[in-house]
């Protein structure tokens, strides 16, 4: 499975490096490189809670957290 992760990177890079070259057009993420600064993770929400509103904070990486408990996040 990785293998697919792989090749479709690759795929998308070469795409962007073909529109640049072609067209013109500016890669995904140049204009805007705060899309990169997302982390994973795991958290329990209430069943009608709004899953992107709710865990907006807790995406930020490079952000201490600190109402999360080390045990949970593996932080020791």
Partial sequence: MPEVMLIRVRRRLIDAVRALAEQGTTPPGVDKPEVYRVRSGGVFLPK????VADTEDLRKAFVDHPELDPALTGDR
């Fill in 48 to 51: 009608h809670a709004n899953r």
